[in-house]
Protein backbone atom coordinates (compact mmCIF):
# COMPACT_ATOMS: atom_id res chain seq x y z
CA UNK A 1 0.00 0.00 0.00
CA UNK A 2 1.43 3.43 -0.89
CA UNK A 3 1.86 5.78 2.60
CA UNK A 4 0.34 8.82 2.70
CA UNK A 5 0.56 10.22 5.70
CA UNK A 6 1.43 13.94 5.77
CA UNK A 7 1.41 13.92 1.96
CA UNK A 8 -0.47 17.06 1.08
CA UNK A 9 -3.96 17.80 -1.09
CA UNK A 10 -5.46 20.81 -2.12
CA UNK A 11 -9.58 20.33 -2.68
CA UNK A 12 -10.89 22.78 -4.62
CA UNK A 13 -14.33 23.29 -3.31
CA UNK A 14 -13.68 22.26 0.30
CA UNK A 15 -16.50 24.49 2.22
CA UNK A 16 -19.13 21.32 2.14
CA UNK A 17 -20.58 18.42 0.35
CA UNK A 18 -18.17 16.24 -1.23
CA UNK A 19 -14.95 18.18 -1.43
CA UNK A 20 -15.20 18.29 2.58
CA UNK A 21 -15.94 15.07 3.01
CA UNK A 22 -13.03 13.90 0.95
CA UNK A 23 -11.13 16.61 3.27
CA UNK A 24 -12.24 15.10 6.40
CA UNK A 25 -11.11 11.23 5.25
CA UNK A 26 -7.94 12.53 4.08
CA UNK A 27 -7.15 14.64 7.14
CA UNK A 28 -8.18 10.77 9.06
CA UNK A 29 -5.72 9.48 7.04
CA UNK A 30 -2.70 11.45 8.05
CA UNK A 31 -2.66 13.93 5.13
CA UNK A 32 -2.51 17.94 4.91
CA UNK A 33 -5.41 19.54 3.31
CA UNK A 34 -6.64 23.01 1.74
CA UNK A 35 -9.59 23.55 1.33
CA UNK A 36 -10.98 26.57 -0.95
CA UNK A 37 -14.62 28.13 -1.37
CA UNK A 38 -15.06 31.42 -3.19
CA UNK A 39 -15.41 32.99 0.09
CA UNK A 40 -12.32 33.23 2.58
CA UNK A 41 -15.02 33.47 5.67
CA UNK A 42 -16.89 30.14 4.12
CA UNK A 43 -13.43 28.44 3.51
CA UNK A 44 -11.92 29.33 7.55
CA UNK A 45 -15.22 27.91 8.99
CA UNK A 46 -15.56 24.89 7.28
CA UNK A 47 -11.45 24.30 7.82
CA UNK A 48 -12.07 25.21 11.93
CA UNK A 49 -14.69 22.28 11.51
CA UNK A 50 -12.38 20.34 9.76
CA UNK A 51 -9.11 21.00 12.59
CA UNK A 52 -7.79 23.12 15.08
CA UNK A 53 -4.29 22.47 13.87
CA UNK A 54 -2.79 25.13 11.31
CA UNK A 55 -0.09 22.43 10.04
CA UNK A 56 -3.01 19.95 9.19
CA UNK A 57 -5.62 22.71 7.36
CA UNK A 58 -5.46 25.69 5.48
CA UNK A 59 -8.29 27.69 4.39
CA UNK A 60 -8.04 29.26 0.94
CA UNK A 61 -10.22 31.89 -1.34
CA UNK A 62 -10.24 30.85 -4.65
CA UNK A 63 -12.82 31.11 -7.58
CA UNK A 64 -11.59 28.10 -9.73
CA UNK A 65 -13.22 29.80 -12.65
CA UNK A 66 -9.95 32.26 -12.31
CA UNK A 67 -6.13 31.03 -13.44
CA UNK A 68 -5.10 33.80 -11.20
CA UNK A 69 -7.15 32.57 -7.91
CA UNK A 70 -5.95 29.38 -8.74
CA UNK A 71 -2.09 30.07 -9.22
CA UNK A 72 -2.21 31.59 -6.33
CA UNK A 73 -3.86 28.81 -4.27
CA UNK A 74 -1.25 26.33 -5.56
CA UNK A 75 1.79 28.89 -4.18
CA UNK A 76 -0.29 29.54 -0.93
CA UNK A 77 -0.79 25.75 -0.33
CA UNK A 78 2.77 24.98 -1.36
CA UNK A 79 4.60 27.72 0.41
CA UNK A 80 2.25 26.47 3.90
CA UNK A 81 3.08 23.26 4.01
CA UNK A 82 6.58 22.85 1.74
CA UNK A 83 5.30 20.03 -0.53
CA UNK A 84 1.77 19.37 -2.83
CA UNK A 85 1.45 15.84 -3.55
CA UNK A 86 -2.40 15.94 -4.87
CA UNK A 87 -4.90 17.59 -6.37
CA UNK A 88 -8.92 17.06 -5.83
CA UNK A 89 -10.02 18.83 -8.91
CA UNK A 90 -13.96 19.14 -7.03
CA UNK A 91 -15.59 22.41 -7.06
CA UNK A 92 -18.67 22.51 -9.53
CA UNK A 93 -22.10 23.75 -9.90
CA UNK A 94 -25.45 22.35 -11.25
CA UNK A 95 -27.80 24.93 -13.43
CA UNK A 96 -30.66 23.03 -14.80
CA UNK A 97 -33.24 24.03 -17.70
CA UNK A 98 -34.65 22.88 -20.90
CA UNK A 99 -32.53 24.59 -23.41
CA UNK A 100 -34.75 27.36 -24.40
CA UNK A 101 -35.31 28.90 -20.85
CA UNK A 102 -31.81 28.15 -19.86
CA UNK A 103 -29.67 31.26 -19.57
CA UNK A 104 -26.65 32.92 -21.08
CA UNK A 105 -25.35 33.52 -17.34
CA UNK A 106 -26.11 29.85 -16.33
CA UNK A 107 -24.41 28.11 -19.27
CA UNK A 108 -21.27 29.87 -18.56
CA UNK A 109 -21.47 29.07 -15.16
CA UNK A 110 -21.56 25.62 -15.42
CA UNK A 111 -18.98 25.28 -18.17
CA UNK A 112 -16.47 28.28 -16.32
CA UNK A 113 -16.82 26.38 -12.83
CA UNK A 114 -16.61 22.64 -13.83
CA UNK A 115 -15.04 22.51 -16.66
CA UNK A 116 -12.59 25.45 -17.08
CA UNK A 117 -12.44 26.01 -13.86
CA UNK A 118 -10.86 22.03 -13.79
CA UNK A 119 -8.00 23.21 -16.38
CA UNK A 120 -7.01 26.46 -14.37
CA UNK A 121 -6.23 24.24 -11.12
CA UNK A 122 -4.46 21.42 -13.58
CA UNK A 123 -2.40 24.00 -15.04
CA UNK A 124 -1.75 25.59 -11.89
CA UNK A 125 -0.43 22.23 -9.95
CA UNK A 126 1.42 20.64 -13.38
CA UNK A 127 4.69 21.82 -11.95
CA UNK A 128 4.92 20.98 -8.17
CA UNK A 129 3.19 17.87 -9.48
CA UNK A 130 5.63 16.81 -11.45
CA UNK A 131 8.15 17.51 -8.67
CA UNK A 132 6.35 15.29 -6.41
CA UNK A 133 4.97 12.68 -8.70
CA UNK A 134 1.94 13.48 -7.20
CA UNK A 135 -1.82 12.20 -7.94
CA UNK A 136 -4.39 14.24 -9.96
CA UNK A 137 -8.11 13.46 -9.23
CA UNK A 138 -11.38 15.12 -11.20
CA UNK A 139 -14.79 14.94 -9.55
CA UNK A 140 -16.45 14.23 -12.47
CA UNK A 141 -20.38 12.51 -12.60
CA UNK A 142 -22.46 9.74 -14.49
CA UNK A 143 -23.50 13.06 -15.75
CA UNK A 144 -20.67 12.80 -17.56
CA UNK A 145 -21.49 9.21 -19.65
CA UNK A 146 -26.06 9.84 -19.21
CA UNK A 147 -27.87 12.36 -20.68
CA UNK A 148 -30.78 13.85 -19.21
CA UNK A 149 -33.68 16.62 -20.00
CA UNK A 150 -32.96 19.92 -18.56
CA UNK A 151 -28.81 18.79 -17.85
CA UNK A 152 -27.46 20.41 -21.21
CA UNK A 153 -25.09 22.41 -19.57
CA UNK A 154 -24.25 20.56 -16.96
CA UNK A 155 -24.11 17.07 -19.23
CA UNK A 156 -22.03 19.23 -21.62
CA UNK A 157 -19.35 20.33 -18.78
CA UNK A 158 -18.80 16.79 -17.26
CA UNK A 159 -18.62 14.99 -21.05
CA UNK A 160 -16.25 17.42 -21.07
CA UNK A 161 -14.26 16.69 -17.90
CA UNK A 162 -14.58 13.11 -18.52
CA UNK A 163 -13.08 13.48 -21.18
CA UNK A 164 -10.47 15.91 -20.28
CA UNK A 165 -9.37 14.06 -17.39
CA UNK A 166 -8.93 11.04 -19.51
CA UNK A 167 -7.03 13.38 -22.30
CA UNK A 168 -4.80 14.96 -19.24
CA UNK A 169 -4.12 11.41 -17.77
CA UNK A 170 -2.06 9.85 -20.98
CA UNK A 171 -0.08 13.52 -20.82
CA UNK A 172 0.81 13.24 -17.57
CA UNK A 173 1.70 9.74 -16.58
CA UNK A 174 5.36 10.10 -18.53
CA UNK A 175 5.89 12.18 -15.60
CA UNK A 176 4.71 10.45 -13.03
CA UNK A 177 1.71 12.07 -12.03
CA UNK A 178 -1.18 9.83 -12.27
CA UNK A 179 -4.99 11.05 -13.18
CA UNK A 180 -8.18 9.60 -11.83
CA UNK A 181 -11.69 10.81 -12.58
CA UNK A 182 -14.55 9.62 -10.19
CA UNK A 183 -18.33 9.88 -11.71
CA UNK A 184 -20.29 9.92 -8.78
CA UNK A 185 -24.34 9.64 -9.09
CA UNK A 186 -26.21 10.82 -6.64
CA UNK A 187 -24.41 12.30 -3.26
CA UNK A 188 -26.25 13.96 -0.50
CA UNK A 189 -24.58 17.44 -0.71
CA UNK A 190 -26.02 20.59 -0.92
CA UNK A 191 -26.04 20.48 -4.34
CA UNK A 192 -28.02 22.42 -6.95
CA UNK A 193 -29.38 23.90 -3.26
CA UNK A 194 -30.32 20.77 -1.84
CA UNK A 195 -30.51 20.71 2.00
CA UNK A 196 -29.18 16.88 3.01
CA UNK A 197 -31.78 15.44 5.15
CA UNK A 198 -32.73 12.04 6.98
CA UNK A 199 -34.41 11.05 3.68
CA UNK A 200 -30.87 10.86 1.80
CA UNK A 201 -29.73 8.12 3.85
CA UNK A 202 -29.97 6.16 0.29
CA UNK A 203 -27.67 8.24 -1.57
CA UNK A 204 -23.96 8.21 -1.21
CA UNK A 205 -22.32 10.37 1.69
CA UNK A 206 -19.75 12.73 0.88
CA UNK A 207 -17.65 11.02 3.34
CA UNK A 208 -17.52 7.55 1.07
CA UNK A 209 -16.11 9.68 -1.44
CA UNK A 210 -13.54 10.77 0.56
CA UNK A 211 -13.13 6.99 1.26
CA UNK A 212 -12.56 6.37 -2.06
CA UNK A 213 -10.41 9.04 -3.06
CA UNK A 214 -8.13 7.42 -0.22
CA UNK A 215 -8.31 4.30 -1.15
CA UNK A 216 -7.10 5.64 -5.01
CA UNK A 217 -3.90 7.11 -3.46
CA UNK A 218 -3.39 4.09 -1.04
CA UNK A 219 -3.14 2.11 -4.62
CA UNK A 220 0.15 0.52 -5.39
CA UNK A 221 1.97 3.90 -7.63
CA UNK A 222 2.50 1.23 -10.92
CA UNK A 223 -1.24 0.74 -10.95
CA UNK A 224 -4.06 3.47 -12.19
CA UNK A 225 -7.79 3.50 -11.63
CA UNK A 226 -8.19 6.04 -14.38
CA UNK A 227 -12.33 6.29 -14.23
CA UNK A 228 -14.54 5.16 -11.33
CA UNK A 229 -18.13 4.95 -11.44
CA UNK A 230 -19.88 4.70 -8.21
CA UNK A 231 -23.53 4.87 -7.76
CA UNK A 232 -25.99 4.31 -4.76
CA UNK A 233 -26.37 0.01 -4.13
CA UNK A 234 -30.20 0.63 -4.13
CA UNK A 235 -32.57 2.01 -5.98
CA UNK A 236 -33.67 6.10 -5.44
CA UNK A 237 -34.97 6.32 -1.94
CA UNK A 238 -34.86 2.59 -0.84
N1 LIG B 1 -24.12 15.88 -5.25
C1 LIG B 1 -24.19 15.01 -6.24
O1 LIG B 1 -25.14 14.24 -6.36
C2 LIG B 1 -23.07 14.97 -7.26
C3 LIG B 1 -23.04 13.88 -8.13
C4 LIG B 1 -22.02 13.79 -9.07
C5 LIG B 1 -21.04 14.76 -9.11
N2 LIG B 1 -21.08 15.83 -8.26
C6 LIG B 1 -20.02 16.83 -8.35
O2 LIG B 1 -19.35 16.92 -7.11
C7 LIG B 1 -18.71 18.19 -7.01
C8 LIG B 1 -19.00 18.78 -5.64
O3 LIG B 1 -20.39 19.07 -5.56
P1 LIG B 1 -21.24 18.85 -4.23
O4 LIG B 1 -22.27 17.85 -4.54
O5 LIG B 1 -20.36 18.64 -3.07
O6 LIG B 1 -21.98 20.28 -4.15
P2 LIG B 1 -22.03 21.37 -2.99
O7 LIG B 1 -22.39 20.70 -1.70
O8 LIG B 1 -22.91 22.44 -3.52
O9 LIG B 1 -20.53 21.90 -2.87
C9 LIG B 1 -19.94 22.58 -3.96
C10 LIG B 1 -18.57 23.09 -3.56
O10 LIG B 1 -17.97 23.73 -4.72
C11 LIG B 1 -17.57 25.05 -4.36
N3 LIG B 1 -17.63 25.93 -5.52
C12 LIG B 1 -18.68 26.17 -6.37
N4 LIG B 1 -18.30 27.05 -7.32
C13 LIG B 1 -17.01 27.37 -7.08
C14 LIG B 1 -16.05 28.21 -7.71
N5 LIG B 1 -16.35 28.91 -8.81
N6 LIG B 1 -14.80 28.30 -7.19
C15 LIG B 1 -14.47 27.59 -6.08
N7 LIG B 1 -15.33 26.78 -5.43
C16 LIG B 1 -16.57 26.67 -5.92
C17 LIG B 1 -18.51 25.47 -3.23
O11 LIG B 1 -17.85 26.46 -2.45
P3 LIG B 1 -18.49 27.90 -2.09
O12 LIG B 1 -19.96 27.85 -2.41
O13 LIG B 1 -18.22 28.02 -0.60
O14 LIG B 1 -17.71 28.87 -2.91
C18 LIG B 1 -18.62 24.14 -2.45
O15 LIG B 1 -17.52 23.98 -1.59
C19 LIG B 1 -19.22 19.02 -8.20
O16 LIG B 1 -18.24 19.03 -9.21
C20 LIG B 1 -20.46 18.24 -8.65
O17 LIG B 1 -20.73 18.46 -10.01
C21 LIG B 1 -22.08 15.95 -7.32
Redesign the pocket.
Known amino acids: MNDITNKVAYI ?9 GIAKILLNNGMRVAI ?4 LE ?2 KKAAAVLSDDPTKILAIA ?4 SMADEMNAVKKTTAHFGQFDVLVA ?5 HFAPIDEMTEANWKATID ?2 LT ?1 VFNSVKASIDPLKKSRGYIIT ?5 GANFFETAAAYNAS ?1 FGLVGFSQAIMLDLRKYGIKVSTIM ?4 A ?3 NNHQPNDADAWKIQ ?1 EDIGQLVADLLHMNPRTLPSKIEVRPSMPAGK
Open positions: TGGSKGIGFSSRSVASDVSNAGVGTNGIASLAKPGSVSYFP
